[in-house]
Protein backbone atom coordinates (compact mmCIF):
# COMPACT_ATOMS: atom_id res chain seq x y z
CA UNK A 1 0.00 0.00 0.00
CA UNK A 2 1.27 3.76 -0.25
CA UNK A 3 1.87 5.33 2.64
CA UNK A 4 1.06 8.79 2.99
CA UNK A 5 2.55 10.99 5.94
CA UNK A 6 1.63 14.78 6.80
CA UNK A 7 3.56 16.96 9.00
CA UNK A 8 3.80 18.36 11.33
CA UNK A 9 0.92 16.25 13.57
CA UNK A 10 -0.17 19.51 14.99
CA UNK A 11 -0.12 22.76 14.01
CA UNK A 12 -0.51 25.81 16.85
CA UNK A 13 -1.48 28.93 15.18
CA UNK A 14 -3.88 32.23 15.17
CA UNK A 15 -6.39 33.92 13.47
CA UNK A 16 -5.69 35.50 10.47
CA UNK A 17 -2.03 33.53 10.19
CA UNK A 18 -1.36 31.57 6.81
CA UNK A 19 -1.18 27.79 7.67
CA UNK A 20 0.75 25.32 5.16
CA UNK A 21 0.61 21.27 6.09
CA UNK A 22 2.68 19.27 3.88
CA UNK A 23 1.52 15.50 2.70
CA UNK A 24 4.28 13.40 1.21
CA UNK A 25 3.67 9.64 -0.15
CA UNK A 26 5.64 6.82 -0.48
CA UNK A 27 5.89 6.69 -4.22
CA UNK A 28 4.40 8.95 -7.52
CA UNK A 29 0.96 9.53 -6.65
CA UNK A 30 0.42 11.89 -9.78
CA UNK A 31 -2.01 14.65 -8.37
CA UNK A 32 -4.60 11.67 -7.57
CA UNK A 33 -4.91 13.53 -4.06
CA UNK A 34 -7.50 14.61 -1.48
CA UNK A 35 -7.64 17.18 1.42
CA UNK A 36 -10.13 16.50 4.02
CA UNK A 37 -11.50 18.86 7.42
CA UNK A 38 -12.56 16.93 10.19
CA UNK A 39 -13.91 18.51 12.88
CA UNK A 40 -14.50 16.98 16.61
CA UNK A 41 -17.29 14.02 16.78
CA UNK A 42 -18.06 14.83 13.17
CA UNK A 43 -17.53 13.04 9.78
CA UNK A 44 -14.49 14.49 7.79
CA UNK A 45 -15.27 17.33 4.71
CA UNK A 46 -14.15 17.21 1.40
CA UNK A 47 -11.87 20.38 0.84
CA UNK A 48 -9.86 19.68 -2.29
CA UNK A 49 -9.46 17.02 -4.75
CA UNK A 50 -6.88 16.39 -7.65
CA UNK A 51 -4.04 18.42 -5.45
CA UNK A 52 -5.63 21.03 -6.21
CA UNK A 53 -9.33 21.71 -7.24
CA UNK A 54 -11.48 23.15 -4.70
CA UNK A 55 -14.95 21.55 -3.59
CA UNK A 56 -17.92 23.68 -4.63
CA UNK A 57 -18.44 25.16 -1.38
CA UNK A 58 -15.13 25.54 0.18
CA UNK A 59 -14.16 29.22 0.76
CA UNK A 60 -11.74 29.97 -1.27
CA UNK A 61 -9.21 30.63 1.32
CA UNK A 62 -7.85 26.51 1.43
CA UNK A 63 -5.85 25.43 -1.53
CA UNK A 64 -3.72 22.89 -2.42
CA UNK A 65 -0.63 22.04 -4.77
CA UNK A 66 1.90 19.72 -5.53
CA UNK A 67 2.09 16.55 -7.48
CA UNK A 68 4.07 13.24 -7.26
CA UNK A 69 5.34 12.55 -3.85
CA UNK A 70 5.21 16.12 -2.15
CA UNK A 71 1.58 18.14 -1.40
CA UNK A 72 0.31 21.13 0.19
CA UNK A 73 -2.51 22.22 1.78
CA UNK A 74 -2.92 26.18 2.70
CA UNK A 75 -4.95 28.17 4.58
CA UNK A 76 -4.73 31.62 3.56
CA UNK A 77 -5.98 33.02 6.59
CA UNK A 78 -7.02 31.11 9.04
CA UNK A 79 -10.47 31.53 10.40
CA UNK A 80 -12.01 30.35 13.69
CA UNK A 81 -14.45 27.89 11.73
CA UNK A 82 -10.81 26.34 10.69
CA UNK A 83 -9.76 24.66 13.78
CA UNK A 84 -9.96 21.16 13.43
CA UNK A 85 -8.04 17.85 11.63
CA UNK A 86 -6.97 17.59 8.43
CA UNK A 87 -5.91 15.17 6.73
CA UNK A 88 -4.96 13.45 2.89
CA UNK A 89 -5.56 11.18 1.21
CA UNK A 90 -4.31 9.29 -2.13
CA UNK A 91 -6.30 7.55 -4.39
CA UNK A 92 -3.78 6.53 -7.11
CA UNK A 93 -3.77 2.98 -5.79
CA UNK A 94 -7.01 0.52 -5.58
CA UNK A 95 -6.36 0.73 -1.73
CA UNK A 96 -7.21 4.04 -0.64
CA UNK A 97 -5.19 5.60 2.35
CA UNK A 98 -4.95 8.33 4.24
CA UNK A 99 -2.73 10.43 6.27
CA UNK A 100 -2.25 10.32 10.24
CA UNK A 101 -3.78 13.44 10.40
CA UNK A 102 -2.62 17.13 11.44
CA UNK A 103 -4.40 19.25 13.94
CA UNK A 104 -4.56 23.12 13.92
CA UNK A 105 -4.95 24.12 17.08
CA UNK A 106 -5.93 27.51 18.87
CA UNK A 107 -2.02 29.26 19.61
CA UNK B 1 -31.65 16.85 1.03
CA UNK B 2 -28.59 15.22 0.07
CA UNK B 3 -27.56 12.98 3.19
CA UNK B 4 -26.74 9.40 4.40
CA UNK B 5 -27.62 8.45 8.13
CA UNK B 6 -25.98 5.22 9.48
CA UNK B 7 -27.58 2.96 12.18
CA UNK B 8 -26.75 -0.12 13.83
CA UNK B 9 -23.44 0.44 15.95
CA UNK B 10 -22.72 -1.22 19.17
CA UNK B 11 -21.33 -3.49 21.41
CA UNK B 12 -20.79 -6.53 20.24
CA UNK B 13 -18.64 -9.26 21.84
CA UNK B 14 -15.14 -10.68 19.91
CA UNK B 15 -16.22 -13.27 17.24
CA UNK B 16 -19.79 -11.72 17.16
CA UNK B 17 -21.22 -10.49 14.26
CA UNK B 18 -23.31 -6.98 13.37
CA UNK B 19 -24.97 -5.31 10.25
CA UNK B 20 -24.80 -1.87 9.81
CA UNK B 21 -27.25 0.48 7.34
CA UNK B 22 -27.12 3.43 5.71
CA UNK B 23 -29.98 5.20 4.24
CA UNK B 24 -29.74 7.67 1.39
CA UNK B 25 -32.02 10.18 0.24
CA UNK B 26 -31.49 13.13 -2.35
CA UNK B 27 -29.47 10.57 -4.35
CA UNK B 28 -29.81 6.46 -5.71
CA UNK B 29 -27.53 4.23 -3.93
CA UNK B 30 -27.54 1.89 -6.94
CA UNK B 31 -26.27 4.66 -9.71
CA UNK B 32 -23.48 5.81 -7.50
CA UNK B 33 -20.48 3.87 -6.04
CA UNK B 34 -20.23 3.91 -2.41
CA UNK B 35 -18.23 2.72 0.09
CA UNK B 36 -17.47 2.56 4.13
CA UNK B 37 -14.96 3.86 5.90
CA UNK B 38 -13.86 3.84 9.61
CA UNK B 39 -11.85 5.79 12.08
CA UNK B 40 -10.59 4.26 15.70
CA UNK B 41 -10.89 6.21 18.94
CA UNK B 42 -8.22 8.68 18.65
CA UNK B 43 -6.78 7.48 15.23
CA UNK B 44 -7.22 8.47 11.37
CA UNK B 45 -9.06 7.25 9.15
CA UNK B 46 -9.40 3.54 6.76
CA UNK B 47 -11.09 2.79 3.49
CA UNK B 48 -12.78 -0.62 4.62
CA UNK B 49 -14.80 -1.41 1.51
CA UNK B 50 -16.36 0.04 -1.73
CA UNK B 51 -19.36 -1.05 -3.63
CA UNK B 52 -19.58 -0.28 -7.33
CA UNK B 53 -22.45 0.75 -9.29
CA UNK B 54 -22.44 -2.23 -11.44
CA UNK B 55 -22.31 -4.42 -8.67
CA UNK B 56 -18.64 -5.42 -8.13
CA UNK B 57 -17.34 -5.38 -4.36
CA UNK B 58 -13.73 -4.47 -2.88
CA UNK B 59 -12.35 -5.06 0.52
CA UNK B 60 -9.31 -3.41 2.73
CA UNK B 61 -7.18 -6.85 3.69
CA UNK B 62 -7.95 -6.31 6.97
CA UNK B 63 -11.72 -7.18 6.45
CA UNK B 64 -11.29 -9.37 3.61
CA UNK B 65 -13.64 -12.87 4.01
CA UNK B 66 -15.36 -11.52 7.56
CA UNK B 67 -17.17 -8.10 6.02
CA UNK B 68 -19.58 -7.93 2.95
CA UNK B 69 -20.81 -4.68 1.30
CA UNK B 70 -24.28 -4.79 -0.04
CA UNK B 71 -26.88 -2.69 -1.14
CA UNK B 72 -30.68 -2.81 -1.46
CA UNK B 73 -32.36 -0.28 -4.26
CA UNK B 74 -35.54 -0.67 -3.09
CA UNK B 75 -34.45 0.87 0.32
CA UNK B 76 -31.97 3.20 -0.92
CA UNK B 77 -29.86 1.52 1.76
CA UNK B 78 -26.46 0.61 1.79
CA UNK B 79 -25.18 -2.45 4.27
CA UNK B 80 -22.10 -3.96 5.96
CA UNK B 81 -22.36 -7.19 7.30
CA UNK B 82 -19.43 -7.72 9.80
CA UNK B 83 -18.58 -11.48 11.08
CA UNK B 84 -15.71 -12.78 13.27
CA UNK B 85 -15.37 -9.37 14.79
CA UNK B 86 -11.84 -8.56 16.73
CA UNK B 87 -11.37 -6.32 19.19
CA UNK B 88 -9.52 -3.84 16.42
CA UNK B 89 -12.66 -3.35 14.38
CA UNK B 90 -13.50 -1.15 16.99
CA UNK B 91 -13.98 1.79 15.21
CA UNK B 92 -17.04 5.03 14.18
CA UNK B 93 -18.14 3.00 10.92
CA UNK B 94 -18.88 5.98 7.81
CA UNK B 95 -20.83 5.30 4.96
CA UNK B 96 -19.62 7.65 2.04
CA UNK B 97 -20.28 8.20 -1.82
CA UNK B 98 -17.43 7.51 -3.42
CA UNK B 99 -16.61 10.03 -6.55
CA UNK B 100 -13.48 8.80 -8.89
CA UNK B 101 -11.90 7.72 -5.76
CA UNK B 102 -12.85 10.22 -3.22
CA UNK B 103 -15.42 10.65 -0.63
CA UNK B 104 -17.52 13.48 -1.28
CA UNK B 105 -20.29 12.54 0.75
CA UNK B 106 -20.33 11.28 4.45
CA UNK B 107 -22.98 9.77 6.83
CA UNK B 108 -22.70 10.85 10.88
CA UNK B 109 -20.84 7.49 11.49
CA UNK B 110 -21.77 5.23 13.76
CA UNK B 111 -19.88 3.12 16.84
CA UNK B 112 -19.02 -0.44 16.90
CA UNK B 113 -17.21 -1.56 19.92
CA UNK B 114 -15.91 -5.10 19.70
CA UNK B 115 -15.21 -6.22 23.53
CA UNK B 116 -16.03 -8.72 26.28
Known amino acids: DIQMTQSPSTLSASVGDRVTITCRASQSISDWLAWYQQKPGKAPKLLIYKASSLESGVPSRFSGSGSGTEFTLTISSLQPDDFATYYCQQYNSFSRTFGQGTKVEIK | EVQLVETGGGLIQPGGSLRLSCAAS????????MSWVRQAPGKGLEWVSVIYGGGNTYYADSVKGRFTISRDSSKNTLFLQMNSLRVEDTAVYYCAKWRGGIFDLWGQGTLVTVSS
Open chain 2, 26 to 33: GFTVSGNY
